[in-house]
């Protein structure tokens, strides 16, 4: 076995474990292990920002979860990635640089955790950024994460600008800063020059020149060391199946995400004792909210086919490929720089008494509207998510054995409102895509398709087909009351030695997409736990091998 020690140990290096290294390693007298389950970021699609779609359900850079089959979404067992390897899903995410409502965040301190209303949080995400357009009082110019407009969108995108405008949508040139009502603008992505700016690329990459930072990666933990309450360490095992035990003598860290830390906690005997029964893992700390309030927002697209106007679709094939490969490599332009979407909108149902739906306008269509491979003929699509669903799941083990895969029931579609949302939410795009400055460029819908006319044949579509849009979070709740799994500080209830830093303390999901939000509670933590560390630096690093 393989034995080390030190400050701090980070179990996972996704875009909260590559905060937390950078942050906590400035202090060079803090020594800090950050293992991963996954490899370097070696991969080239990682970084070509197009890429991603090519990674959802990579066999090496994501974990391939799936959820668990479920009527509400027509017995479907969705894909559900979560990335792994430096970066984590930073790495293989959609890009998309969005903030939350400031009403998100103030929601949380209402809801028991103490001192998280935006104003705090504020100075959080500003340090996270370098935003490339100059400066604003709430737009952050030194940061690590560098986030980028997009890069001459085709004319199509303002074409569905203008027409949401026509719709009752207001124009708004920085989402991130300006007031948020119902409001169309170009998305914001997280992108440095050509290049994808992941957590390990922003964060990671500069503090691994620093001694007091050591990355294992290939290691995946499966528990937690423990001595009574207290936490002292992690255990492991490589690929090449060598136990490793890492000792904290400060603080384990679990940075490893919505599905990873619920998991490790269950496996280590942390959780609600009849989850823990069942997967014959013995209950060392009773934690019943552990695995529960599984948050995520649900897609489903609205396609068109189009005539007159460039999509990505016909140059992401054949010598049309090979012509937008060299552009990208010559000018950093072109298809290749485009994220998960280009256009963004918040709309607001007759449901809701503000913004309750987001849009994801991208100038390329997929086939049944599922995001994976594009359509060769030109095509645009809308996707349509609800904001603040109310539909709750849960993450859990249902075995001891680390390989094998947790049970993920995000339960989408349980709420009727969510229901409603969503069929309101088709409505209004079907709305945009109607006014004549996009329709003159359409030939016809291809999914749902004309036919789907009533309310109950667009939620039949939207069982159908939705999927993930991957903003899972929630699991390992903050708060103060019985069911939260982390205080204010992120500290675990009911033991000493150990936090959680990541999406999964998240009281309750953003308006948003989440990697911003990550990047601020990261941010956040990484002062929480240095603030008492000045006064009680030591040298405590070792490393040997028994
Ligand atoms: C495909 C996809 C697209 C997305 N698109 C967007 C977007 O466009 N905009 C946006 O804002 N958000 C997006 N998100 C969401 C956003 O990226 C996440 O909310 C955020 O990255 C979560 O950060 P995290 O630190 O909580 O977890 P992660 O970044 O998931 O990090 C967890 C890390 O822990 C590691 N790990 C897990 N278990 C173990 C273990 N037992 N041992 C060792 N290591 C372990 C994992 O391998 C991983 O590296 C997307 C997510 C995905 C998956």
Redesign the pocket.
Known sequence: MKSYTADYVI???????CVLANRLTEDPTVKVIL????ERDRHPFIHVPAG?VR??DHPTV??RYRTEADAGTSGRAILF??????????????????RPFAEDIDSWERAGANGWNFDNCLPFYSRSETWTEGSSPQRGTHGPIQVSRVKNPPEICSAVVQAAQKAGLDFVDDPNSDTRGPSIWFYQQ?RDGRRRSS?ARGYLRPAMARPNLTVVTG????GLEMNGTHVSGIN?TTAANIPVQIRATREVIL???????P??LEMSGIGDKAVLDNAGVKTRIALPGVGNNLQDHYVVRLGYRVRGAGTANERAHGLALAREMMRYVVSGTGVLTY??ALVGGFAQTRLATRPDVQFVIAPGSFAEGRIGVLESEPGVSCGVWQMRPESRGHVHITSSE?TAAPTIAPSYLSSELDRNTMVEGLKIGRRIFAQPEVARYIVDETVPGRQADTDEALLQYVRDNGST?????GTCRMGEDEMSVVDSEMRVRGTTGLRI????VMPSITS???????LML?ERAADMIRSPMAAHASSTYSKETV
């Open positions: 179990v996972g290096a996704g875009t909260a474990g293992v991963e389950a996954g991603f990674l959802l994501t974990w990635p979560r990335g792994r390897g430096l970066g984590g899903s930073s790495a293989i995410n959609g890009l998309l640089y969005v997280t957590a290691l995946q933990v499966s492991g940075s490893a995400g919505v599905i990873g830390t998991r490790l994220s998960a680390i849009v991957y903003h899972a979070v830093v990541d999406g999964s948003t997409n989440t990697n911003a939000t990550v990261a």
